[in-house]
């Protein structure tokens, strides 16, 4: 199993920056992805940045060019620095990673609030 603990949310104004990181524990060596989704109040989780150990990555295009995804050469933190926040950015971001075969693993999740 993967245990993943997210840090790094809170509150900022619009234009502000805030950097997510999640920390990941037990089965590391086998994960093979790692990324974030959000989920704001009434609506869907959805995909925001993803990288592979590989080093790929991709972002959601609402994100693009303001949020960058990295990961520690151990494969076992994943950050989002976020730039340029707006106040559509406001939700419960969640960590996860992948392995092959076995389910996804999911942080609890930390929140972002963007005031206007």
């Known amino acids: 199993q993967v245990q993943l603990v997210e840090f790094g949310g809170g509150l900022v104004q619009a234009g502000g920056s805030l950097k997510l990181s999640c920390e990941a524990s037990g089965s590391i060596f086998s994960i093979n992805r790692m990324g974030w989704y959000r989920q704001a109040p009434g609506k869907e989780r959805d995909l925001v940045a993803a990288?592979?150990?590989?080093?790929?990555?991709n972002y959601a295009d609402s994100v693009k060019g303001r949020f960058t995804i990295s990961i520690n050469p151990a494969i076992d933190t994943v950050y989002l620095q976020m730039n340029s926040l707006k106040p559509e950015d406001t939700a419960v971001y969640y960590c996860?990673?992948?392995?092959?075969?076995?389910?996804?693993?999911w942080g609890r999740g930390t929140q972002v609030t963007v005031s206007s």
């Open positions: 996860y990673a992948d392995r092959p075969w076995e389910p996804r693993s």
């Open positions: 990288i592979t150990r590989g080093g790929s990555f």
